[in-house]
Structure formats: structure tokens, C-alpha cells
């Protein structure tokens, strides 16, 4: 789950191995291990998730409040969403190293409580999604206004939470990268995972597309064919290829996008139509292909890769528009996150854990409330 904003990672076979050592610490905190301290300053004090040591368990600990600089606002944070990258993070094996201690989460959602006396387009009651390079998990956070957007009453926070990250992604990817067309053929590897999922909701029910949905287990791909995909394929029991060639009367897909790398995407690669697309979002599988020159040129395609967080510093508009649009699409009801879990904050561990060892199916949610 890649924010940096750098949300793409390091394979995951690597954080896999890291993992196994560690977890183990995970399970055994529970949730009764971890420092949960009750705020007694309602006005003064909150809960925040803390990572006070690398590849150990998560701490929640009452931490005082900060002063607002101008340009910025309190907000009360309902919901955060768990993501792959802010595991990595509390590894160590984040590309953008946070100093000790601090706070992980990176997308959120919540309510105005304070602003800044420079701030003019938020007040105190808005509802809002924000992301940031940390400190979404806690009861509140302090954030500039750039990195807020309006939340509508149609979208719940839980569902709020979900959006930027996963849901920005495929909207770049599908649309601004791979300009998918209606009725083209696109194939989403991992796609039961949050990305993926989002990937399925925005080609099937927003760009009208024809999705393939590729994924590990037939619960997975049962649930990817709920989302809007038209058949799907578990490439843990069949050849990806093959199955490929037998949907599509061997004429192949006009786009990927590829959350899985290795076999994977060499096998998308290889079953892109004429001027096909295949779009790059994450190594979920740990192995990073190299792509046969040749056959992009006998094939005529194009294989393009989408690195969301980095379009904050290098095109913040086209940024903050894939996280608007994806709040209006949620609005009038075109797509709907799938949120797989729900954990508190004191359950953090169980969360980070949950998503870890990818027993998660869409997106998992730290709820705060």
C-alpha cells in the first residue's frame, strides 16, 4: 500500500523476510500490550498511534497539543486507511525515512476543529480527506490547508479514507497515463487488493471498460467480479496467458495495470492487442521484470509506470484533481471503496499485521472513533 511521497516501495519479497522476524512481536502485543494512555485534557491531550522503535510493536500514547501556524488547521480525525507503504515506514524500509518517534498515516478523514487565522476556505465543522506524509493515525492532526479537501455528507469517513491513495492511483493510471477508452479490454493483476479493486471500480463504472480481473484465490476474484469486472482469472490455479487467450479470442488486452511485477507482468505483457498499454503501480510479488525491448516495438505498445505521491511536488493540480474527482465520483454514487476491515486505534498492531501477511481484501481502516 505505496506517499512522497513515495507510495511505490521496495519489493515486498525483501519487507516479506523483514516480516517474518518481526511479527512475531506483533502477535504477541495483542492489544493489551500496547501503551494506551486516556486522555484526562480533553482540550489539550490526544491518542496517537507512535512508532517509538524500528520493526517493534506500535505504541498509542497521549501526546500534548502543538500551536497552529497560520496556514494551517486542527482537525479531528475520524478514519485513516492502513497502507503498504506505512508498514514499510515502521520497518525502516521506507524510501523517505521518518525520524523517531512519529506517527504513521498517510490519508485520513475527520472534521475542522481549529484554523489558522491565515486559512479562508475551511472552518471549523467542515468535513475533510487530507493526506500527508504521516501523522494520520491519532485522534487529531495538524495539516496544511493545500492538503485538505472537502468531504460531502454523501460519503461517510470510513469510506473518505479510502479514496486518495487507492482510488488516486487508478485514476491516473487509467485515465491521465493509459487514456482508457470505452469498451476496451483491461486487465487489473492483484486485484482484490486496495488498488486493485479501486482499478476495477474506476474501469468498469466509470470509463466503461471491460475488466479482467486477475488475482490469488477464488475469493478474490469473486469479489473483484462483484466490483464491476466481467470474468476474472486466479492465476494461483491457471496460466494468466492461457486464460487470457481463450477471453479474449486470443486478440488480447488494450490495458494493464499491474500492481504484481515478476511472471505476472511479463505474462500482461505479453497479452497487450495491438498498441496496448500496460501501466506500472507496484512489485506486490517482490520480483521487478525487465521489459524485451522488441516486443514493445513489433506490438507497437507502451509500458508506462505511476508513481501517484510524487505528483504532489511535480503536478500538484493534477494531484489534487484525482483526489477531487475520486470525492465526487464516491458522491454521486459511480464507485465505492471496499473496505475489507475495520480496526480501532488500540488494535493498530492487528491492522498492521492483518495487512502484512495480505489477508486484507480492499482496504483496511484505522478507525479513531
Known amino acids: 500500500m505505496a506517499a512522497r511521497f513515495a507510495f511505490q516501495t521496495v519489493p515486498e519479497r525483501i519487507f516479506r523476510q523483514l516480516v517474518r522476524r518481526s511479527t512475531s512481536g506483533l ?22 498511534v507512535v512508532c517509538t522503535e524500528l520493526k517493534k510493536p506500535l505504541e498509542v500514547q497521549t501526546l500534548s497539543r502543538a500551536e497552529l501556524k497560520p496556514e494551517e488547521v486542527r482537525v479531528s480525525i475520524h478514519c485513516c486507511g492502513v497502507n503498504f507503504a506505512d508498514i514499510l515506514a515502521c520497518q525502516g524500509l521506507y524510501q523517505e525515512r521518518l525520524s523517531l518517534p512519529f506517527t504513521p498515516g498517510m490519508e485520513f478523514s475527520g472534521s475542522v476543529i481549529e484554523t489558522g487565522p491565515s486559512v479562508t476556505n475551511f472552518q471549523k465543522g467542515d468535513r475533510v480527506i487530507a493526506v500527508t506524509e504521516g501523522k494520520g493515525m491519532a485522534e487529531e492532526c495538524i495539516i496544511n490547508q493545500k492538503l485538505l479537501w472537502k468531504l460531502p455528507k454523501e460519503v461517510s469517513y470510513e469510506e ?34 486496495g488498488a486493485g479493486l479501486a482499478a476495477v471500480d474506476i474501469a468498469a463504472n466509470v470509463l466503461q471498460a471491460k475488466v479482467i480481473a486477475a488475482a490469488g484465490s477464488d475469493e478474490k476474484c469473486k469479489i ?13 490455479s491457471s496460466n494468466l496467458k492461457d486464460e487470457l487467450k ?15 511485477g515478476g511472471e505476472i507482468f511479463k505474462d500482461s505483457l505479453s497479452s497487450l492487442s495491438w498498441e496496448g498499454r500496460i501501466v506500472v503501480v507496484g512489485f506486490a510479488g517482490g520480483a521487478i521484470p525487465s ?8 506490438k507497437n505498445i507502451s509500458a508506462m509506470g505511476v508513481y501517484w ?20 465520483l464516491c458522491k454521486e454514487g459511480k464507485i465505492r471503496p471496499h473496505i475489507g476491515a475495520v480496526y480501532k486505534i488500540h488494535q493498530v498492531n492487528e491492522a498492521f499485521l492483518h495487512v502484512a501477511q495480505r489477508k486484507s481484501i480492499g482496504k483496511v481502516i484505522v478507525s479513531m472513533r
Open 27 to 48: 502477535e504477541g502485543l495483542g492489544r493489551s500490550q500496547c501503551v494506551n494512555s486516556v486522555s484526562t485534557e480533553h482540550s489539550r491531550k490526544y491518542r496517537a
Open 224 to 236: 473483484a467480479v462483484h466490483k464491476g469486472a466481467s470474468s476474472s482469472i486466479n492465476y494461483s
Open 309 to 328: 505521491g510524487r505528483y504532489r511536488n511535480e503536478d500538484f493540480g493534477l494531484f489534487s484533481k484525482s483526489i477531487f474527482t475520486a470525492i465526487q
Open 160 to 193: 473518505a479514507a479510502a479514496l486518495p491513495v487507492s482510488y488516486g492511483t487508478g485514476l491516473l493510471a487509467l485515465q491521465h497515463r493509459a487514456a482508457t477508452q470505452p469498451g476496451e479490454v483491461v486487465l487489473v493483476t492483484a486485484a482484490a487488493g
Open 246 to 260: 481463450k477471453l479474449t479470442n486470443s486478440q488480447g488486452v488494450n490495458v494493464v495495470f499491474d500492481a504484481v
Open 291 to 298: 521489459i524485451p525491448a522488441n516486443l514493445l516495438l513489433l
